[in-house]
Nanobody, 127 residues
Framework: QVQLAESGGGLVQAGGSLRLSCVAS????????MGWFRQAPGKEREFVAA????????YYLDSVKGRFTISRDNAKNTLYLQMNSLKPEDTAVYYC????????????????????WGQGTQVTVSS
């Protein structure tokens, strides 16, 4: 099985930045898709961003476009989420996710389309 480990969460003031990292326990393949979800207290888990193996395709929640950037370093088996201009409404537990499938079968907004999940890292944005 694949294990995912997130890090980089913390407390930051509105307008600040954080970079989240997610390290996979094994080398990735060309079908290894990755992404980020988040879950705020009392709310359902929601899609944030996703990326294919070579980085040629990226997808974002509308409310984070222009502020968040997803990237990956396959040599390090690591996924990143650079979060700039953070807002209090970004406060949530952020989860790393991975899927092994063809790009054309991937419904990245659907929780059931993902195979592996990390334990989450807390991001808190104060006003």
């Amino acid at each position: 099985q694949v294990q995912l480990a997130e890090s980089g969460g913390g407390l930051v003031q509105a307008g600040g930045s954080l970079r989240l990292s997610c390290v996979a326990s094994q080398h990735t393949s060309s079908k290894y898709l990755m992404g980020w979800f988040r879950q705020a207290p009392g709310k359902e888990r929601e899609f944030v961003a996703a990326i294919n193996y070579n980085g040629g395709y990226t997808y974002y929640l509308d409310s984070v476009k222009g502020r968040f950037t997803i990237s990956r370093d396959n040599a390090k088996n690591t996924l990143y989420l650079q979060m700039n201009s953070l807002k209090p409404e970004d406060t949530a537990v952020y989860y790393c996710a991975a899927a092994i499938r063809e790009l054309n079968t991937w419904n990245f907004r659907d929780l059931s389309s993902w195979d592996y999940w990390g334990q989450g890292t807390q991001v808190t944005v104060s006003s």
